[in-house]
């Protein structure tokens, strides 16, 4: 451990944090394990929420340990234990009351919000996503608003480059759109494929949430994006649902997304379940606000007729049948 970084940690001289600044990355990070494990005993101390100089060394040193990781591009050789300092703060409470008894960011959220910012700055790196991913979920369950709002937008960002990692996650990140975590559901698509089972048994109370009015346009078309992944995968999981759906074709922002259920249903000869929303289909082919959408409409609506015909074709046969 640099001598600088000693003092801080271990004297508390906050004199010698400017200097700090000025000692070379590789000089920093040598002898990191010693490093974490000072930080971790002033953050676990009993005394720490309370002690501004404890608060202000721990600040000061992550501050200086990060910047030296980034410059130094060593953050694979040192993510596992900035994401072990993450998780030991995780431990301690979010909130405090001020001095007029307001809840705020408690001094280890400060921490917190610092690691993750560290981290997701390398959301693009597997390695580091795969170890960061599974202790930053832990923050939606936090009472801190502001930490679970951020920590959101840094899954919604990893979901991009890291769709088996979350993936694995599946059943906890369904659990926090259903309690109220909405922004999260545009994650929910893009990991539908790697892990299917946990959508399928929880679809119901997801496509709830498309009643809800605290759910937004583009979230509730991600849950249609979401339902036609599930109608292309599992049909028939999908289809005893699809009354709900029938509103939402008289929707200029959604019927576009509806139609694709639509139209992945008839490719997989699911026709038959689409028969009873024929009156809606020819309100929509019949308004001007559907004219984009006039194609597909038609040409749903041609197969429910082509599908009507057969049936009464169908039926006339066996009735013959009866007679002779």
């Known amino acids: 451990m640099h001598y600088l970084l000693s003092r801080l940690l271990h004297q508390r001289q906050l004199n010698v944090s400017a200097q700090l600044f000025n000692v070379s990355h590789y000089d920093v990070i040598t002898d990191m394990s010693n490093t974490f494990s000072s930080l971790k005993e002033i953050i676990n101390a009993p005394s720490y929420p309370s002690n501004k100089v404890d608060q202000s060394v721990v600040e000061i040193v992550i501050a200086r340990l990060t910047a030296a990781i980034r410059e130094t591009g060593s953050i694979e050789s040192y993510a596992a234990e900035l994401v072990d300092v993450l998780d030991e703060v995780l431990r301690h409470p979010m909130t405090s009351l001020n001095e007029k008894s307001q809840d705020v960011d408690s001094p280890h959220c400060k921490i917190a919000s610092d690691l993750l910012s560290s981290l997701f700055m390398h959301y693009s790196n597997k390695s580091v996503m795969t170890l960061t991913i599974p202790v930053a979920l832990k923050c939606l369950n936090s009472e801190n608003a502001e930490l679970v709002k951020n920590t959101t937008s840094y899954i919604s960002l990893a979901a991009i480059h890291n769709r088996k990692s979350l993936s694995s996650h599946a059943l906890q990140i369904i659990s926090n759109v259903v309690r109220g975590n909405y922004s999260l559901i545009q994650v929910l698509p893009q990991i539908y494929q790697d892990n ?19 759910v937004d346009c583009s979230e509730k078309l991600s849950l249609l994006q979401l339902a036609s992944m599930v109608a292309n995968t599992k049909p028939e999981v999908l289809i005893p649902y699809l009354p709900r759906f029938d509103v939402y074709l008289l929707s200029p922002q959604m019927s576009t997304a509806l139609l694709n259920i639509y139209m992945s249903l008839i490719s997989q000869n699911r026709t038959k379940s689409l028969a009873q929303f024929m009156p809606t289909l020819k309100l929509a082919a019949q308004s001007n606000e559907f004219i984009n959408n006039r194609t597909t409409i038609c040409k749903v609506s041609r197969f429910l007729k082509i599908l009507k015909n057969w ?14």
């Open 311 to 324: 049936l009464e074709i169908t039926k006339t046969a066996s009735n013959l049948k009866k007679c002779v």
């Open 196 to 214: 299917k089972e946990p959508f399928h048994a929880q679809l119901s109370q997801l496509l709830d949430l498309l009643q809800n009015q605290h």
